[in-house]
């Protein structure tokens, strides 16, 4: 089993920035991919940004391009989402996933384990 726990979230205006958190504990010894989600009452859980167990390669949707980035700290077991440039729009509660596929990522089914999620509330 694998644990995530997120954090970072709160509130912020428009235009500010944000950094949040997802530390991984107990099996994570296995080389698993990470994905940050969010979700927004009403509308269907969406993919925001992925990382592979290396580092080596990310992605983005394309609403956050250019203004979110993921990172991954191995030895922490822990992985970042640097979210910049906020917008309204952005408001949702954020989930980390780890999953051990590096394709489909952007689906949540692939994915093994979620953290219980943290809400970014971004105020006009």
């Known amino acids: 089993q694998v644990h995530l726990e997120e954090s970072g979230g709160g509130l912020v205006q428009a235009g500010g920035s944000l950094r949040l958190s997802c530390a991984a504990s107990g099996r994570t010894s296995f080389t698993y991919g990470m994905g940050w989600f969010r979700h927004t009452a009403g509308k269907e859980r969406e993919f925001v940004a992925w990382?592979?167990?290396?580092?080596?390669?990310?992605d983005y949707a394309d609403s956050v391009k250019g203004r979110f980035t993921i990172s991954r700290d191995n030895a922490k077991n822990t992985v970042y989402l640097q979210m910049n440039s906020l917008k309204p729009e952005d408001t949702a509660v954020y989930y980390c996933a780890a999953g051990s596929t590096n394709s489909a990522y952007r689906r949540e089914n692939v994915y093994d384990y979620w953290g219980q999620g943290t809400q970014i509330t971004v105020s006009s």
């Open positions: 990382i592979s167990w290396s580092g080596g390669s990310t």
